[in-house]
């Protein structure tokens, strides 16, 4: 009973670098979501997707993309990492009913430290 | 745009007392409303969705009510345990699918 899977857990990035946090779940979610939570400053959705092949912009999208090829995976990827994005990523899964999301599931997080 | 509100930022109570968390959001127009404990380091865990049908749900010790007029939600925990020292949240959809946190509670039971 997995649920919802993030990798990794920590990562230390240098100013420039590009990486992809993983994200999966194995719920046959539709609706998946890119939250990053800085101290003090709540919850920002950075993209969500409402299945495969279908993703948008949240708050906070700018450094970022997605994709989603499968309804299973939602991977987040940063490019030239700035100190600004550090931060504890989180990815979320929900599942549908009619035309509103189900409850909604967290991985673990990830948390980036760009230096 | 759907914005939400958790009052107080942060509360610490004995142990065994029971205790209310409030969350206000702006657009009573809403298809659920979820709780969710996170504790330091951790992810989310889901505690109660309350859909907009529903008044009320409970789980174990914890109950959380819902007045969509008043845009309005409780989180009503009784019998207050060291354990329950973490951060709620509470999120809303804005339209069908995104979901708006509040900027969470902070609960520390003292023993």
């Known amino acids: 009973n997995a649920g919802v899977t993030q990798t990794p857990k920590f990562r230390i990035l240098k100013i420039g670098q590009s990486m992809t946090l993983q994200c999966t779940q194995d719920?046959?979610?539709?609706?998946m979501y890119w939250y990053r939570q800085d101290p003090g400053m709540g919850l920002k959705l950075i993209y969500y997707?409402?299945?495969?092949?279908?993703?948008d912009k949240g708050e906070v999208p700018n450094g970022y993309n997605v994709s989603r090829s499968t309804t299973e995976d939602f991977p987040l990827r940063l490019e030239l990492a700035a100190p600004s994005q550090t931060s504890v990523y989180f990815c979320a899964s929900s599942g549908t009913g009619g035309n509103w999301n189900t409850e909604a599931f967290f991985g673990q997080g990830t948390r980036l430290t760009v230096v | 745009k759907q914005e939400v509100t958790q009052i107080p930022a942060a509360l610490s109570v004995p142990e065994g007392e029971n205790l209310v968390l409030n969350c206000s959001f702006t657009?009573?127009?809403?298809?659920?409303l979820q709780w969710f404990r996170q504790d330091p380091g951790k992810g989310l865990t889901s505690l109660l969705l309350?859909?907009?049908?529903?008044r009320e749900q409970t789980s174990g010790r914890l109950n959380a009510s819902l007045d969509k007029s008043s845009g309005r939600s409780t989180l009503y925990i009784a019998a207050s345990q060291p354990g329950d020292s973490a951060t709620y949240l509470c999120?809303?959809?804005?339209?069908?699918?995104?979901?708006?946190f509040g900027q969470g509670t902070r609960l520390t039971i003292n023993p």
């Open positions: 719920m046959n979610h539709n609706y």
């Open positions: 999120a809303v959809p804005q339209g069908a699918q995104k979901l708006v």
């Open positions: 657009d009573s127009a809403i298809y659920n």
């Open positions: 997707s409402v299945g495969a092949g279908i993703t």
């Open positions: 309350i859909q907009s049908s529903q």
